[in-house]
Structures are given as C-alpha cells and as structure tokens.
C-alpha cells in the first residue's frame, strides 16, 4: 500500500495540506501510482517528537514491509535531524519505503 503522510507547521498555513495533496496527487498520476489511505497532522511543528505526532505515531503502526510512505517534500516528515533518524531508521527496520 502506498501510505500518504501531510504536515502543516501552523495553524496560518491555510492551503498548506491542500498544495501537498495537490502536489503528491499530480505526481501519482504522472506515474501510474494508486495512492492508499492519508495521515494528517496540523498544525504541529516538524522539531516535535513522534510522540507528540498522533497521525505519524498511527502511520508508522499501520505500515508494513512493502508498503511505501510518501510525503510531498521531506521537510514533512521532519524538521529534527534526530528526529528523522528515528523515523528513517523505524522505516529501514519494518522494511517500510
């Protein structure tokens, strides 16, 4: 299944999730790929831990080895350098793209 992560950092980003879905829908298409269920965050900062991340937190529960995560730039996974590490590294070890 291909998994579709959004973040907007704050609440004033009016069209941030809808220009993300826009980019990654044109992308899919573009493509040929068939895009799976959405994961929303806002507003919340891309520094915050996964633990404060519901939808991220949920997201990397339901994905499983084979399936593939896509967000729009990789500044919408994360800000934190350590942050992304462990996302990456939970990917890595699920077998998750």
């Not at 298409?29 to 633990?51: K, R």
């Not at 937190?57 to 995560?69: H, K, R, Y």
């Amino acid at each position: 299944m291909i998994f579709q992560y959004y973040r907007k950092s704050t609440a004033s980003q009016a069209i941030s999730i809808d220009r993300q879905r826009k980019n990654i829908a044109d992308w899919a298409g573009l493509n040929g790929v068939i895009l799976g269920d959405e994961y929303i965050e806002e507003p919340i900062t891309g520094s915050a831990s996964i633990a404060e991340r519901q939808a991220l937190s949920e997201l990397l529960v339901a994905a499983q080895s084979g399936d593939t995560i896509i967000c729009n730039d990789i500044t919408r996974l994360s800000r934190s350098q350590m942050v992304y590490n462990i996302i990456t590294g939970t990917l890595h070890q699920k077998g998750i793209k």
